[in-house]
């Protein structure tokens, strides 16, 4: 990706400056006054930077807020561009959005990364006409019924050992398909904080739409859940794809870039294996195929090698059992369960996801767990649950 040029650079830090000396945050200084920081090349800045040059711009701030782009060139605050509709109440007040960081000041013991997320996260929720203490609450009443719910129907879940001295973030790392949700399924008191769920509940009468904005609110909500929950004793689930190394490197601290460095969790990488392994130059054979272009469904499989036609039979299948069940919720012929969210992802998507997990992540606190196909559902629990236990220390 081109290196972003910045018309607001100077601008940008100095509000990064203004903040990090009000709270006396020298790791947030230190980053912003390293010109050669990751910093500068995440997206959490670039939105930043292109919302301070739309505000700075003069004429109809509202108007230029529909051109501020995020890293994928895409409209920060769009609802559907191609019809024009975009969510902009507002015009950013960065020095109430400064002192409105002092309401969230958990994130100043987490890293640099998390707490310029979080100013830009007050300063999207100004634009866009949410309160983000209001997101929060929501979240926190979502995650109560999640537990209640929890300790009236699943078996593993007991009340009496709901909290932990010493809690665990578990992160899984795998596509769709690969035995996630039924891993879950056996992990006793573990908080699922899911962006999946979090997004639904949040924003649904948007769609949701997957835009800019709609992403950094939803993911802010779920990393301050995720704080409060840990904070309090609870295993947290940190529920979604993360298959990208970079992408989860906020949290994980997987890059030690001092962005990231900080964090003070406990946390188990599991990691699901794809049902192949793919050599270069099959994963090359894989990239090729274009599911923007072409349709899954119209995929010349039978011209595809032996373990790329597999991957590919595996994106298929999800795609096409993920559309009949979210077409069954629409209909109404079933509900949407709100605390296992579906949502009907482009195949696109599900193969950037699939792509990204042939990267295995190492280190002391990474559990790998095989794949295997067993087709009995008693043997196919007892097999995720040996791996339950590992995560959590009780094997």
Known sequence: MAKQEFKRHSETKDLLFQMAKRYQLK?????VGDENSLLFEKDVYICLQNIVEASLSGGDVLESLKNAKNVYNSPVFAVNPQKGIFQIKTVPDFEKAISDMEKFSNCFKLNAYSIVNTFLALIEAQVTGFDLGDLY???VRHIGDLIKDALS?????DEKTLTDSNPVLIIPIGAAGTGKSTFYKELSNVVNISCDNVRYLLFKDFGPCFS????????WTVNQLTDHYIGKGYNVFYNGVNTDMEYRSPITMENPNPLYAGMPYNIKLVYFEPPARLTPE???ELKSINLWATPVDKVD???????????MGLIKNNFERTMARTREISEGKKQQDPFDVLYSVPAAIVKLFVEQSFEKPSGKNVIIVPRKE???EDKRAEFYRKYAKKVLGRA
């Open 301 to 311: 499989f039978t011209s595809l090698s032996p373990n790329v036609l597999k991957i």
């Open 153 to 157: 129907k699943n078996p593993n879940w």
């Open 212 to 219: 800019s904005w709609e992403s950094c609110l939803a993911w």
């Open 374 to 376: 067993i087709p009995d």
């Open 137 to 139: 609450q929501k979240g």
């Open 282 to 284: 099959e994963l090359k």
């Open 27 to 31: 790791k947030l200084e230190d980053i």
